[in-house]
Structure formats: C-alpha cells, structure tokens
C-alpha cells in the first residue's frame, strides 16, 4: 500500500484496511505514516480500534453462523477461521447459536455392563457418605449440649483449652493449674519445652 491511497474514502475502506493489517501501528507502517495520523483518521470516520482482541468482525461473526448452521464441528470451524475450538464455542453461546448434541451423551439404550458397575459404585459410595455425616451431625449435636458455660468474671479456675471449633464455645473445663489457664494436659501441650541444641 503506497500513500497515494491514503486517507481511505469510507468505514468500510478503513475496516478492510485493519482485516489487512491488523492495529493502526501495522497500517502506519504500510503507509509510511505516524500511528497517530491512523488514529485521527480512524475516528474521523467512526471505526472503532482494532487489536487482536477485536477477532469477531461482523464478517468473522457471519461465517461462523453460517458454518454452525450447516452443522461443522467446532473443530473444522476453528481451523477455517484460524482461532481456538474455544473461542468458536464461546462465541457460539453468546450469540445463542443453538445447542448440539453433546457428543459423550449416551445413545439411548442400555448402558454397558462397565458404565452401569460404575455407577453403582457411585450410588454406593454416595450413600455411605450421606449416612456418615448424618452420624457425625448426631454426635457433634449431643456434643455440644454437654457445653460449658464461659467463665466472664473472677479467677479461671477451669481449663480454657477450647475443643472443637471455636465458634462452639466448648471449653476442657478440668480444674487449671494455680495461676495458669489450662489443666495439666493441655497446658504440656500449649508450652512445649524448648528444644535441645545437640552439642
């Protein structure tokens, strides 16, 4: 391109120009001009920016219709128009193309003796999973009725030692050491000795 035919006469020279080159740097250096006079003369004529993260034109976007249409994979749609499987995809759904079959739905039918063992298993499993935590319910409920009041005001004379979560307010409650805030138990596992060095 030579800059005789600069400035381009109309929106749609300007948006062909950017399909050619891409950016308005890249048009500048074709036409041996400054970016900035690109620019001016881009919005002179109402094109919005081109960069790379503009892929969807108006004529990419048409394409891409016309391919879903006619049923090709989003694979050979990608590879025609030179972008990820991904993005076919994603365009796809937020054009609201309509959906196609998923290709690991099963057939209808029987299912095979395989997938049909699997899912048993996962039946199972759920199952147990689901008894399992009633059971822990149960017994974190009879738990925490057997809570302790917190000692507010006057010496601790019960242990603070919190078991369980916090939020639960379940303190040890044995009688504490004199002038400390644990019992003996959880006060050897509070303050560890210090170690050793090895000479």
């Known amino acids: 391109m030579d800059k005789a035919n600069w400035p381009p006469k109309s929106a749609e020279d300007m948006s062909a120009l950017q399909e050619q080159y891409g950016s308005d ?21 109402g094109v919005p920016v081109y960069s790379r993260h503009t892929f969807w034109t108006e004529r990419r976007i048409a394409q891409l219709t016309e391919l879903w249409a006619e049923g090709v994979t989003a694979n050979a749609i990608a590879e025609q128009m030179g972008c990820t499987r ?45 008894s399992e935590s009633k059971q822990t319910h149960a017994e974190m409920v009879e ?3 057997r809570q302790r009041p917190m000692q507010t005001f006057g010496p601790v004379t019960s242990c603070q030692w919190i078991e369980g979560e916090a939020r639960a307010r379940d303190f040890c409650g044995d009688r504490t050491l004199p002038g400390k805030s644990y019992c003996q138990p959880h006060y050897a596992r509070a303050y560890l000795p210090p170690k050793v060095k090895a000479a």
């Open 86 to 130: 991904n993005a076919v995809i994603g365009k796809s759904h937020r054009l609201e193309l309509p959906a196609r079959p998923s290709p690991i739905r099963p057939k209808d039918g029987p299912l095979s003796e395989r997938t049909a063992a699997r899912r048993r298993q996962v039946a199972r499993d759920t199952a147990l999973q689901t």
């Open 143 to 145: 738990h925490t009725s």
């Open 25 to 45: 740097v890249n048009i500048a250096e074709a036409v041996n001009l400054t970016p900035s006079a690109i620019t001016i003369a881009r919005q002179k004529l």
